[in-house]
């Protein structure tokens, strides 16, 4: 560690590495220096993310535009290396970065009550509308087709044709969910393709615990894991933080029953989005909302399901059938928002045409 940390420029010797946090993804450590500062120091995962230099580029080029905005979120600010890049390598070829830690922040599992997640979106809404004007075509494609919900459902049938552990016959109802709403799991693509819905710099990860609240007044102060940052649609992002946030169950719930979607948490959200960012969306991105709310959460049960077909190479599992409930759950949460669309179309009415700038 001493040797990857000697590569940047840091203010002050550093005094003390210990392992901080609890992703899944890359290995991070708070450093404090002598001189009082801190910083966070993470190992970039090489399997998730295959070209690091790319990712290190999409977070500086992203993080220092939305700095200049002075939106109010502190943004993070990655740490040079004594050779000019953003980045060190250890002699395993592994790639490091450091930025300035953010202390006195709150980082939530599960919203307490309804102003949680409406500060949650008023965050990822100002990183949106900072990033109305950036040029999104210039970001790095880290993981590629990430939120391309067509090429997941390519992947998903030919993880079918090949069976590789003979599961298929136990996840037909599954399938036949899946495939039978193929085309309309398609529509936000074919927009994009077409031009109906412009193309995003946008976060791609938009859960709650990747937003920092203030721990004295609880209201946003940062967005946390800049890591796939990349070009996208609005409607990912919206639908993404919904699917965690609005839930009323685990991701992994076994209890079907449990799971459906809280229009109290979705409105909240909605709200908070849209007083951030509404009048930077055009009318189709803010038309398109709870469809991206609904898409994302069968594209991450489509996920769940191709792993468990897969022998459960993908997410880490703790029980032989977690990726199956984990897919089970995200359906049942879809059918759920599909029996409430008339209340999910209403609040979106009520709460866009409330706004000014509409």
């Avoid at 890359?26 to 090489?46: A, E, K, P």
């Avoid at 109802?173 to 193309?199: H, K, N, V």
């Avoid at 710099?201 to 859960?207: A, F, I, L």
């Avoid at 769940?304 to 949460?333: E, S």
């Amino acid at each position: 560690m001493e040797q990857v940390l000697q590569q940047f420029c840091l203010d002050g010797t550093p005094v003390s590495c210990e392992p901080f946090g609890n992703g899944h993804i890359n290995r991070t450590f708070r450093v404090t220096c002598s001189s009082g500062r801190v910083y966070t120091l993470q190992r970039i995962n090489r399997v998730a993310f295959r070209h690091p230099e790319e990712l290190i580029e999409n977070i500086d080029a992203v993080s220092r535009f939305i700095a200049r905005k002075d939106i109010g979120l502190e943004m993070i600010c990655l740490c040079p290396a004594k050779d000019s890049r953003k980045y060190a390598v250890d002699a395993q070829g592994e790639f490091w970065r450091a930025y300035d830690f953010i202390s006195g922040g709150l980082s939530l599992e599960a919203p307490r009550d309804c102003n949680d997640f409406y500060q949650a979106a008023v965050a990822f809404g100002k990183f949106q509308q900072a990033l109305a004007d950036f040029p999104a075509a210039t970001l790095h494609e880290t993981i590629p087709h990430f939120h391309d919900t067509e090429d997941r459902l390519n992947q998903l049938r030919a993880s079918v044709e090949a069976d590789a552990c003979g599961r298929v016959r136990a996840v037909g109802p599954e399938l036949t969910f899946i495939f039978s709403r193929e085309q309309e799991l398609g529509t936000l693509c074919r927009m994009l393709r077409s031009g109906a819905l412009p193309l995003r710099g946008t976060h791609n990860d938009t859960k709650l615990n990747n937003v920092l609240l203030d721990e004295q007044t609880g209201r946003a102060r940062s967005v946390l894991d800049l890591d796939t940052v990349m070009p996208g649609l609005s409607a990912y992002d919206f639908g993404d933080a919904v699917r965690f946030g609005a839930s009323s169950a685990a991701e992994d719930e076994t209890d079907l029953s449990k799971v459906f979607l809280r229009l109290d948490m979705y409105r909240a959200y909605l709200e908070g989005y849209l007083d951030a960012c509404g009048h930077a969306l055009t009318e189709n991105e803010i038309n398109v909302l709870p469809l991206g709310a609904k898409i994302i959460t069968i594209e991450l049960g489509m996920r769940f399901l191709k792993d468990y077909l897969d022998g459960d190479v993908y997410f880490k599992i703790d029980r032989p059938t977690q990726n199956l409930d984990r897919c089970r759950a995200q359906l049942r949460l879809a059918a759920n928002m599909e029996a409430q669309w008339p209340q999910m179309q209403q609040i979106l009415r009520e709460t866009a045409s409330s706004r000014c700038w509409t």
